[in-house]
């Protein structure tokens, strides 16, 4: 087995990463995953730090506390962040928190970050609701602003009820803006991972590719995706009788199924990979219906724009889930070190398709490094974002112009990487790269988007993109923040509003760089 980098935490973070780091936390179940991680014993384990393997059982199991000691070597002998012990929901959901008390017109007065891990240690439940609590209100407050903004308006009649749903039509697309987030954070809330849509889209490949005659499904992955998109029309045909029109007159339409005439038709301008999506987004409605929405019902989503949209979203993740069967694209993923290029040519199949896969396996007995996956415009707008780390993305405060999805856009097409620091000294790997959703005549508008794949430093020896850069140097990281609003970086040079938390002072008689 390899040995990973030497991360030192400074010796300040420790102690309060211990007192987060308690059996209440469930740090037993932590080691236990670390140690499975490098496919380790408990007696390889204890030899290695130096301690006896009863010890090492003892902490597993939540019967011995973890130690400043024993965090010290762990740090020193896998190259974690003593943080990866608090647990990640904990993690994430003290950024969530944190988020909440930002916003002045909820919480005036600042709060200090020990009450918050106190809240948040102590009272899991109640810091979930607050965060609820507040999500709701921040979408009611946004409705609200449209619904009043004279800008808006125009002869229109608009009214919120008290579950935040708008009535009426805003003259504006901002109105419509609300359901995209509701359906991003459901997503966000179960780290990308839907188990139930996973396991059945996975069980009908392997039915499917059992129809794949003279395709060796194991060392020929790619040839069974590009066979598959025949195969699943054959199986709306037969199965559903729902038979797949190719058209070249369907403008910017990629597909659309004509309920009436239960006919699917496909723009065969896309590749094959593309038809073999749509295919299986649509066979997805078919096969998985009723999954899907009781799935849907489950999430309490606001209005009913939400709860189409998450069961689009559901449908892609299925389709996703059947062209790239868990286990296999697992398998492809370990073996070519998370090489992106590798697995489109491999599986024939898009940059943003691999990117959002890798994002997603999570399966608890078969977990792939744990990526956080962001979808962006050259404005910051981000379309999607989805996590399978302890990393927050923030719901508001802008973007960091430091952070190098945005840089890509100076060199389309190219794959760039970044180490990166944020506030709370977790060190992330970062890939990015944009992509084109191409035109499909001349004069006809394109789209450029750039997507970005993150992990914690601790995993990225894991991946190709890790060589030759220096892991241990910790003062190589890229400071980054989740937005000027909310980064507590003062000195930092691309600071462009001052921080929402902190008290704004200023020396009329002193000058600094300051654009704000």
């Known amino acids: 087995?390899?040995?990973?980098?030497?991360?030192?935490?400074?010796?300040?973070?420790?102690?309060?990463?211990?007192?987060?780091?308690?059996?209440?936390?469930?740090?037993?179940?932590?080691?236990?995953?670390?140690?499975?991680?490098?496919?380790?014993?408990?007696?390889?384990?204890?030899?290695?730090?130096?301690?006896?393997?009863?010890?090492?059982?003892?902490?597993?199991?939540?019967?011995?506390?973890?130690?400043?000691?024993?965090?010290?070597?762990?740090?020193?002998?896998?190259?974690?962040?003593a943080t990866f012990f608090s647990r990640e929901d904990a993690t994430r959901l003290l950024a969530e928190v944190q988020d909440v008390v930002h916003d002045r017109e909820v919480c005036p007065t600042p709060v200090d970050v020990t009450e918050l891990a106190d809240l948040v240690k102590n009272h899991p439940t109640l810091a979930r609701a607050m965060v609820e609590m507040h999500s709701r209100y921040r979408n009611v407050s946004d409705k609200l602003s449209l619904a009043t903004d004279e800008r808006m308006q125009g002869n229109a009649v608009l009214s919120i009820t008290p579950r935040g749903e708008l009535f009426g039509r805003a003259s504006g697309p901002e109105a419509f803006s609300m359901p995209h987030e509701?359906?991003?954070?459901?997503?966000?809330?179960?780290?990308?991972?839907?188990?139930?849509?996973?396991?059945?889209?996975?069980?009908?490949?392997?039915?499917?590719?059992?129809?794949?005659?003279?395709?060796?499904?194991?060392?020929?992955?790619?040839?069974?995706?590009?066979?598959?998109?025949?195969?699943?029309?054959?199986r709306l045909m037969d199965r559903h009788g729902v038979p797949v029109t190719y058209s070249t007159d369907l403008g910017d339409t990629q597909h659309y199924f004509d309920p009436r005439r239960?006919?699917?038709?496909?723009?065969?301008?896309?590749?094959?990979?593309?038809?073999?999506?749509?295919?299986?987004?649509?066979?997805?409605?078919?096969?998985?219906?009723?999954?899907?929405?009781?799935?849907?019902?489950?999430?309490h989503f606001q209005s009913e724009d939400a709860r189409a949209l998450a069961s689009r979203g559901l449908a892609t993740y299925w389709a996703a889930a059947l062209l790239l069967p868990y286990r296999q694209f697992h398998a492809s993923a370990e073996q070519s070190r998370y090489d992106l290029e590798f697995l489109m040519r491999e599986y024939g199949v898009g940059y943003e398709t691999v990117c959002h896969r890798l994002s997603t396996l999570q399966r608890p007995s078969l977990r792939g490094v744990p990526w956080t996956f962001v979808r962006v415009d050259r404005a910051g707008n981000m379309s999607k974002r989805q996590s399978a780390s302890g990393l927050h993305l923030s719901h508001s405060g802008g973007t960091c112009p430091l952070w190098n999805v945005y840089e890509t856009f100076s060199y389309p097409g190219k794959i760039m990487r970044q180490i990166a620091q944020m506030p709370d000294g977790r060190r992330y790997l970062w890939i990015a790269r944009t992509v084109n959703h191409h035109r499909a005549a001349w004069g006809q508008p394109g789209k450029m988007f750039a997507i970005g794949l993150g992990c914690e430093i601790r995993h990225a020896e894991r991946t190709v993109y890790s060589d030759g850069l220096d892991l241990e140097d910790i003062s190589a990281a890229v400071p980054i923040g989740s937005g000027c609003r909310l980064c507590p970086r003062e000195a930092c040079p691309q600071r462009a509003f001052p921080p929402i938390h902190q008290q704004l002072t200023i020396d009329p008689h002193r000058s600094a760089i300051a654009p704000y």
Not at 43 to 52: G, N
Not at 203 to 231: D, F, S, T, W, Y
Not at 262 to 285: C, D, H, W
Request: no cysteine.
């Open 262 to 299: 239960r006919e699917l038709f496909v723009s065969s301008k896309m590749r094959p990979g593309q038809i073999a999506f749509r295919l299986a987004t649509e066979l997805a409605y078919l096969e998985a219906g009723p999954t899907i929405t009781s799935l849907v019902e489950l999430g």
């Open 1 to 81: 087995m390899r040995n990973l980098p030497v991360v030192h935490t400074p010796p300040f973070r420790l102690s309060k990463i211990i007192t987060m780091a308690s059996p209440s936390v469930f740090v037993g179940s932590r080691l236990r995953e670390l140690r499975k991680d490098r496919g380790l014993s408990q007696a390889q384990l204890a030899e290695r730090l130096e301690i006896s393997a009863s010890y090492v059982n003892q902490i597993e199991h939540n019967s011995r506390p973890l130690t400043l000691a024993v965090l010290d070597k762990l740090t020193a002998t896998f190259g974690v962040d």
């Open 182 to 234: 509701e359906v991003r954070d459901y997503f966000y809330a179960r780290q990308n991972y839907v188990d139930v849509l996973d396991v059945q889209a996975e069980a009908l490949a392997e039915e499917l590719a059992r129809m794949q005659r003279g395709v060796n499904v194991k060392n020929h992955p790619a040839q069974q995706i590009h066979h598959k998109e025949q195969v699943i029309a054959t």
